[in-house]
């Protein structure tokens, strides 16, 4: 199997192509230093990762930026900090500012050479705006938690995904999933049959940061530790083709 097998990316956008966890970190950072406890970068983001996910399954249908205030009060409850006065609905609005990732503009513009690039992403269509802004990037199609009505992992995220790309043509075997989530993208991924390509992120730290671990260790077809190396051996692909 090579990268140019496929015809479209697909892409989860938060922790592959926007560093949201220096996003969640920094607007996390006023209730850290509240509370009796120094918790460390990853403490903070694994705090998150447990509520969201339990917050995602209780409330499928919320769109992101209203979930991730109710993430905020069920932090600061388990920290036992009181929250001020729009702090919780202010962690909502933060993903304007979660920056992107200092590769993902120019790979994806060089992908976008290639393949037809889709978005599906737990976020709301608002919020995802200012992140698209900051990808630099014209996307073929956007889906997002609040067109489906669900969260991933969700089944139901990956076979919407499915539909509307076979309405334009395109098998299962065109797509291949590019993500950073174990847990929201690679297992369901496999669940439905979806070639993968893990952006592993973290390759240099320990645990699973701001995603809940998943079950078990999901298959994979490709890793890469960045956009950057993901284009570059597209690049090494093509020159293998000649």
């Avoid at 043509?169 to 993208?185: N, P, V």
């Avoid at 952006?199 to 950057?228: D, L, Q, V, W």
């Amino acid at each position: 199997m090579q990268l140019t097998d496929f015809k479209v990316l697909t892409f989860d956008c938060y922790g592959t192509l926007i560093d949201w966890e220096t996003g969640l970190h920094e607007a996390l950072k006023s209730l850290v230093a509240r509370s009796d406890i120094p918790f460390t970068r990853d403490q903070v983001l694994e705090a998150h990762a447990r509520h969201e996910a339990a917050q995602e399954a209780e409330t499928p249908s919320l769109p992101y930026a209203e979930l991730l205030a109710l993430v905020f009060g069920r932090i600061a409850q388990e920290w036992g900090v009181q929250p001020q006065p729009g702090e919780a609905e202010g962690y909502g609005r933060s993903i304007k500012d979660w920056p992107a990732f200092a590769d993902s503009a120019a790979a994806l513009h060089y992908l976008k050479r290639y393949y037809k690039l889709v978005i599906l992403s737990n976020v709301d269509r608002e919020s995802f705006k200012a992140s698209n802004a900051k990808l630099q990037v014209e996307f073929d199609h956007i889906y997002t938690a609040q067109d489906i009505g669900s969260y991933k992992p969700d089944l139901r995220n990956f076979e919407y995904l499915i539909r509307k790309l076979a309405e334009e043509g395109f098998r299962k075997s065109d797509i291949l999933h590019t993500a950073e989530s174990l847990f929201h993208d690679h297992m369901p991924a496999n669940k439905v049959g979806l070639a993968s390509a893990w952006i592993h992120r973290r390759a240099c730290k320990e645990g699973h940061g701001a995603t809940h671990p998943p079950e078990r260790m999901p298959s994979y077809n490709f890793r890469f530790t960045s956009m950057a190396e993901m284009a570059k051996a597209h690049q090494e692909a093509l020159r293998e083709k000649v």
